[in-house]
């Protein structure tokens, strides 16, 4: 059955930024397939409700606390799992973020910080799981990348430029690592995680979010896990160095931050 391509079975996954949002669906989906998992962020609580919800589906769950912001915490997980688990066969990039600040208020150093969060971590965690992933076979990679990688909005300079290098590291990893490792990203838009938490707690700004949505709602964390499952499992293995858009048809920023002309 088609069905049975979806199927993780007897892998190990390795999750960043799993605590909540995208990395905890992304964990949990990758449970119910079939994968045991490790999962990372820095508040050990949030991991272990994620450890639970992944061993109630019957698979196993190991927790690392770390600070995934130093790309050194990120490589580290790579021989957690093959401890654990014994073996390393899908990583998942989800970590990373950088808050928007107007362009002449981005300093070097700013933008130095969001491409090592969005960047060098996956970059670390990904060289460092490689060998494991070869060891076991083969293996997949998952970025996550933005939309505002590729569409243009006031305030997103450091942010959007970061997540546009790991869309294009993503093209360039999968070159190297083919044909045994495949390497994608998805290009997530807006998702209802505690990062919007202050825009789409106000009715009147999630009304205008969605309503500039070609599908009229923000996404859930569920929307990018199934992305996830597909670019990490035998359903995918004929999609290397893609960049799949999972943002609801976006063409154009759908939060305006209202920073002026100067």
Known sequence: MILDRFRVSGKVAVVTGSGRGIGAAAAVALAEAGADVVVSSRTEADLAAVAERIVATGRKAHVVPADLSEPAAAAGLATAAVEAFGRLD?????????????????????????????????????????????EAGGGAVVNISSNMGRIAGRGFA????????????????AFDLAPKIRVNAIAVGSVTTSALDLVTGNPEIRERMESATPLRRIGDPEDVAAAILFLASPAGAYVTGKVLEV???????????GLPDL
């Open 158 to 173: 450091a942010y959007g430029t970061a997540k546009a290098a790991l869309a294009h590291y993503t093209r360039l990893a």
């Open 90 to 134: 899908i990583v998942v990039n989800n970590v990373g973020g950088t808050y928007p600040r107007p362009l002449l208020e981005s300093t070097a150093e700013f933008l130095e910080e969001a491409f090592r969060f969005n960047v060098a971590t996956a970059h670390a965690l990904t060289t460092a799981a490689a060998p494991a992933m070869l």
């Open 247 to 257: 943002d609801g048809g976006l063409q154009a920023p759908n939060l305006d931050l």
